[in-house]
């Protein structure tokens, strides 16, 4: 059946993917989904575009062309302004007439859009799409605009006019004429879509592919409450889930490997009276302190990316939005990712600090990978934007779209606000910008003219040190590297960088500490979770209920916490083996948490008293060991990362292990149940010497050379007189190594090396290798170096 619309105005359901010339990208894309998704159970709200023919009939019957063409000449011979030159263009269009017969059919066409959804004056959103502004390669956020809750075909007229005359924004035509595209052969669509109210529910924006690292495995979702464009424009800290792919259409596993709760101090509503369609209001506490979403609205939304991901074959920027009335969750917009897709594979950058002392001035969240030095620049508002110089660091509450222009002038962005689909972050990945987002006071401590160290290179949390702190950048193309025999893990400390490091050819983590997630991220005492009644401090008790707010069980606290960071970096390398040692604190490290003090003696020699395995059947942490038990089983029970392997440090004696064990079953982590392996730190003479007795109780071994050195030693490793004896190079150490290597193959049980040696000394490695062991763990910026030194002397090894 025909369209007695066209040629101005098309349904989206009669256009797809290949009609962006026609209708935008935004548009395309969205008929692409009714078309071929819709039936697969995504809900996608309908509505119509004009077309690009409707533009130029607009631009025909106002004259517009010539006019408009010679203020752009002007412009590019530098005449006048790019400001000046948007402004006069916007005004010659919005001075314009709708051709009679491009006017009524935009009525028609909402009116039976209004008859479909049953409503008289049916409330739409209406957003611009340029011919070319979502292609693949040309890409860029918020050029054009968006307006909400349009109602009635006389505003809706009016608003299209608007849209037209966003063509022509300042952002939009500086982003053409870098990209090289001829204004006059670009067009407008307008997309007419219904809304989805969600004043009492929550919307939000997803990328199928991590936004900072580009691991593809996961599935990110940022959300708030109230209609989305709060997040895009930094206005809030969203909400954050992380959801792992792989395990998404698998019932019996729950994939939500993080969830971070945000600040969502705002939310965008409906407005009923006054010039403005949409308002915001301050949350409630209740709000504030609640995520936006169910788990399975976080799963749900999950499998519609991955599915409208593998229809576009690519990774996707989504936007998805909650009901309020009816609790239905709906996708409204999807186009393709465009900085990590574009990336070219092989090539590895990393940026490394110097040793420093220098303190941290702000924290937020990393955009990009990077560091850099710079001044600071407070930007308030655009007219701040003069003069901008190259080291420049601007920092602000949030960006403005109408800042693009300039922002593409300075070092690095620095905002109080937003998350990592704001605006501030969109446009910093996209212009290749190191960004912090979301510092929360970044205007108030940063001071004009300051010199600041701006770092997105160590992971997920962003910091701003004060003054220019010497870095390292070291760039390698991993497509020519070896492939050793030796497997080469990594050591990793937070589940922060877990995904930075996706890229290394690793086969798996050798050793992740469990107590930097506990300090980092818990920061409160085991036991001061499941005994609160005895901590006595006041003090302590109120940081302890301020951390937990919103959980009415304080262990769950530490459970979903723990989980949450364990599975983070087990997903990071799945399906490879990731072992996650228990908490291996001394008693003071253990003093020094929240509520520490009332659980820890005072012990003169803290190395070798109580830790590792001897405080995990004790009456003084038991309940504290249950915590991490039940996490590590909810990271591979619940979570489904059966990659995960424990190991137990520091455990004495035979008698020890067994009591470990069985205490591990009572906690309902059996070795050998749904293919549960346990390891063993080396690192006590007692562990090689009754190698054989171990090797029967555990399945595997890793070496810890800074305990094992010491203890053959008998220096303490944090002795400052005694450092010059302290030596893993030592013979009798070597001859340890060398002994427990041979043995444990000789008992049919894997061994691997976890110490710090190799990533300091490249010539251990090549030790190790010829002792034969079966993988050696390393920090993330030494893996490089040692894999050609592994590799080597295994071919030194076989000749």
């Given at each position: 059946?025909?369209?007695?619309?066209?040629?101005?105005?098309?349904?989206?359901?009669?256009?797809?993917?290949?009609?962006?010339?026609?209708?935008?990208?935004?548009?395309?894309?969205?008929?692409?989904?009714?078309?071929?998704?819709?039936?697969?159970?995504?809900?996608?709200?309908?509505?119509?575009?004009?077309?690009?023919?409707?533009?130029?009939?607009?631009?025909?019957?106002?004259?517009?062309?010539?006019?408009?063409?010679?203020?752009?000449?002007?412009?590019?011979?530098?005449?006048?302004?790019?400001?000046?030159?948007?402004?006069?263009?916007?005004?010659?269009?919005?001075?314009?007439?709708?051709?009679?017969?491009?006017?009524?059919?935009?009525?028609?066409?909402?009116?039976?859009?209004?008859?479909?959804?049953?409503?008289?004056?049916?409330?739409?959103?209406?957003?611009?799409?340029?011919?070319?502004?979502?292609?693949?390669?040309?890409?860029?956020?918020?050029?054009?605009?968006?307006?909400?809750?349009?109602?009635?075909?006389?505003?809706?007229?009016?608003?299209?006019?608007?849209?037209?005359?966003?063509?022509?924004?300042?952002?939009?035509?500086?982003?053409?004429?870098?990209?090289?595209?001829?204004?006059?052969?670009?067009?407008?669509?307008?997309?007419?879509?219904?809304?989805?109210?969600?004043?009492?529910?929550?919307?939000?924006?997803?990328?199928?592919?991590?936004?900072?690292?580009?691991?593809?495995?996961?599935?990110?979702?940022?959300?708030?409450?109230?209609?989305?464009?709060?997040?895009?424009?930094?206005?809030?800290?969203?909400?954050?889930?992380?959801?792992?792919?792989?395990?998404?259409?698998?019932?019996?596993?729950?994939?939500?490997?993080?969830?971070?709760?945000?600040?969502?101090?705002?939310?965008?509503?409906?407005?009923?009276?006054?010039?403005?369609?949409?308002?915001?209001?301050?949350?409630?506490?209740?709000?504030?302190?609640?995520?936006?979403?169910?788990?399975?609205?976080?799963?749900?939304?999950?499998?519609?990316?991955?599915?409208?991901?593998?229809?576009?074959?690519?990774?996707?920027?989504?936007?998805?939005?909650?009901?309020?009335?009816?609790?239905?969750?709906?996708?409204?917009?999807?186009?393709?990712?465009?900085?990590?897709?574009?990336?070219?594979?092989?090539?590895?950058?990393?940026?490394?600090?110097?040793?420093?002392?220098?303190?941290?001035?702000?924290?937020?969240?990393?955009?990009?990978?990077?560091?850099?030095?710079?001044?600071?620049?407070?930007?308030?508002?655009?007219?701040?934007?003069?003069?901008?110089?190259?080291?420049?660091?601007?920092?602000?509450?949030?960006?403005?779209?109408?800042?693009?222009?300039?922002?593409?002038?300075?070092?690095?962005?620095?905002?109080?606000?937003?998350?990592?689909?704001?605006?501030?972050?969109?446009?910093?990945?996209?212009?290749g910008i190191s960004a912090v987002v979301g510092t929360g006071e970044a205007t108030k401590v940063l001071k004009e003219g300051q010199e600041v160290t701006l770092s997105s290179g160590e992971g997920e949390e962003g910091k701003i040190y004060k003054g220019m702190v010497e870095f390292d950048v070291n760039e390698v193309d991993?497509?020519?590297?070896?492939?050793?025999?030796?497997?080469?893990?990594?050591?990793?400390?937070?589940?922060?960088?877990?995904?930075?490091?996706?890229?290394?050819?690793?086969?798996?983590?050798?050793?992740?500490?469990?107590?930097?997630?506990?300090?980092?991220?818990?920061?409160?005492?085991?036991?001061?979770?499941?005994?609160?009644?005895?901590?006595?401090?006041?003090?302590?008790?109120?940081?302890?209920?301020?951390?937990?707010?919103?959980?009415?069980?304080?262990?769950?606290?530490?459970?979903?916490?723990?989980?949450?960071?364990?599975?983070?970096?087990?997903?990071?390398?799945?399906?490879?083996?990731?072992?996650?040692?228990?908490?291996?604190?001394?008693?003071?490290?253990?003093?020094?948490?929240?509520?520490?003090?009332?659980?820890?003696?005072?012990?003169?020699?803290?190395?070798?008293?109580?830790?590792?395995?001897?405080?995990?059947?004790?009456?003084?942490?038991?309940?504290?060991?249950?915590?991490?038990?039940?996490?590590?089983?909810?990271?591979?029970?619940?979570?489904?990362?059966?990659?995960?392997?424990?190991?137990?440090?520091?455990?004495?004696?035979?008698?020890?292990?067994?009591?470990?064990?069985?205490?591990?079953?009572?906690?309902?982590?059996?070795?050998?149940?749904?293919?549960?392996?346990?390891?063993?730190?080396?690192?006590?003479?007692?562990?090689?010497?009754?190698?054989?007795?171990?090797?029967?109780?555990?399945?595997?071994?890793?070496?810890?050379?800074?305990?094992?050195?010491?203890?053959?030693?008998?220096?303490?490793?944090?002795?400052?007189?005694?450092?010059?004896?302290?030596?893993?190079?030592?013979?009798?150490?070597?001859?340890?190594?060398?002994?427990?290597?041979?043995?444990?193959?000789?008992?049919?049980?894997?061994?691997?090396?976890?110490?710090?040696?190799?990533?300091?000394?490249?010539?251990?490695?090549?030790?190790?290798?010829?002792?034969?062991?079966?993988?050696?763990?390393?920090?993330?910026?030494?893996?490089?170096?040692?894999?050609?030194?592994?590799?080597?002397?295994?071919?030194?090894?076989?000749?």
């Amino acid at each position: 059946m025909s369209n007695p619309l066209s040629p101005y105005i098309l349904w989206f359901e009669e256009v797809g993917i290949d009609d962006v010339g026609l209708v935008g990208g935004k548009n395309a894309s969205l008929g692409e989904m009714i078309k071929h998704l819709k039936p697969l159970g995504i809900n996608v709200p309908n509505g119509f575009a004009t077309t690009a023919e409707a533009y130029w009939a607009f631009m025909k019957e106002n004259n517009l062309n010539a006019p408009i063409s010679e203020e752009i000449s002007r412009y590019q011979k530098g005449e006048i302004s790019l400001k000046e030159t948007g402004l006069s263009i916007r005004q010659m269009i919005n001075k314009g007439v709708f051709p009679i017969p491009l006017a009524e059919k935009i009525r028609s066409a909402y009116s039976e859009l209004s008859e479909k959804y049953d409503v008289k004056d049916v409330d739409v959103a209406v957003r611009s799409s340029a011919t070319a502004e979502d292609l693949p390669n040309a890409s860029f956020a918020g050029q054009q605009e968006t307006y909400l809750n349009i109602r009635g075909g006389d505003e809706l007229v009016g608003v299209c006019k608007k849209c037209f005359a966003s063509l022509f924004t300042d952002r939009a035509i500086s982003y053409r004429e870098e990209k090289g595209f001829d204004h006059m052969k670009v067009a407008l669509s307008i997309g007419v879509q219904k809304m989805v109210r969600a004043d009492k529910a929550s919307s939000g924006v997803i990328f199928t592919v991590d936004t900072e690292s580009g691991f593809p495995n996961v599935v990110l979702i940022n959300g708030s409450w109230g209609l989305g464009e709060n997040i895009v424009q930094g206005t809030v800290n969203p909400d954050q889930f992380f959801v792992f792919k792989p395990f998404l259409n698998d019932d019996k596993k729950r994939p939500i490997i993080e969830k971070i709760k945000g600040s969502k101090e705002l939310k965008m509503v409906y407005a009923t009276d006054g010039e403005n369609n949409t308002k915001n209001l301050p949350t409630s506490m209740m709000e504030r302190h609640s995520y936006v979403l169910e788990d399975e609205e976080v799963l749900q939304l999950a499998r519609w990316a991955t599915d409208i991901e593998e229809h576009y074959g690519k990774p996707m920027d989504i936007e998805w939005v909650k009901e309020d009335s009816t609790n239905q969750l709906y996708i409204v917009q999807a186009r393709p990712e465009t900085v990590h897709s574009q990336q070219l594979d092989g090539i590895f950058k990393t940026y490394r600090l110097h040793e420093n002392r220098a303190p941290v001035l702000v924290k937020g969240l990393s955009i990009g990978n990077s560091i850099v030095h710079g001044i600071i620049k407070h930007v308030h508002d655009i007219t701040d934007l003069k003069d901008l110089q190259p080291d420049h660091i601007l920092v602000t509450e949030m960006t403005e779209p109408d800042w693009v222009p300039s922002l593409k002038k300075v070092a690095g962005i620095i905002t109080d606000f937003g998350g990592r689909t704001c605006h501030a972050a969109i446009v910093s990945r996209e212009l290749g910008i190191s960004a912090v987002v979301g510092t929360g006071e970044a205007t108030k401590v940063l001071k004009e003219g300051q010199e600041v160290t701006l770092s997105s290179g160590e992971g997920e949390e962003g910091k701003i040190y004060k003054g220019m702190v010497e870095f390292d950048v070291n760039e390698v193309d991993l497509s020519n590297l070896p492939e050793p025999q030796t497997d080469i893990m990594l050591n990793m400390a937070t589940p922060e960088s877990a995904f930075k490091w996706w890229r290394l050819p690793v086969r798996g983590v050798g050793l992740a500490r469990m107590e930097f997630i506990i300090s980092q991220h818990i920061r409160i005492h085991p036991m001061a979770l499941a005994h609160p009644e005895r901590v006595n401090n006041e003090d302590e008790f109120a940081k302890i209920r301020k951390l937990t707010k919103g959980y009415s069980d304080l262990e769950e606290y530490f459970v979903d916490k723990l989980s949450s960071g364990i599975a983070k970096i087990a997903a990071s390398q799945h399906p490879h083996p990731v072992i996650v040692r228990t908490s291996d604190f001394k008693t003071n490290e253990y003093a020094d948490l929240i509520g520490g003090n009332e659980f820890e003696p005072d012990e003169q020699n803290p190395m070798l008293g109580w830790r590792g395995a001897s405080r995990y059947y004790s009456d003084g942490y038991r309940d504290g060991f249950a915590l991490e038990c039940r996490a590590l089983k909810k990271v591979r029970a619940d979570i489904g990362l059966e990659n995960v392997i424990i190991m137990i440090p520091f455990c004495r004696t035979l008698t020890e292990a067994k009591k470990v064990l069985k205490q591990m079953e009572a906690f309902g982590l059996r070795r050998g149940e749904n293919g549960l392996q346990i390891y063993m730190m080396c690192e006590i003479p007692s562990n090689y010497i009754l190698t054989e007795e171990y090797a029967e109780l555990f399945d595997g071994f890793s070496i810890g050379s800074n305990d094992l050195t010491q203890l053959i030693l008998g220096v303490d490793r944090d002795s400052a007189e005694l450092a010059y004896l302290f030596d893993e190079n030592d013979p009798a150490v070597k001859k340890a190594i060398r002994d427990v290597i041979s043995r444990t193959h000789q008992a049919g049980l894997r061994i691997g090396f976890c110490g710090q040696a190799p990533s300091d000394d490249t010539d251990y490695a090549a030790f190790l290798v010829e002792c034969g062991i079966d993988s050696i763990s390393l920090n993330p910026d030494s893996v490089i170096n040692v894999i050609k030194k592994v590799y080597q002397a295994e071919q030194k090894r076989s000749t």
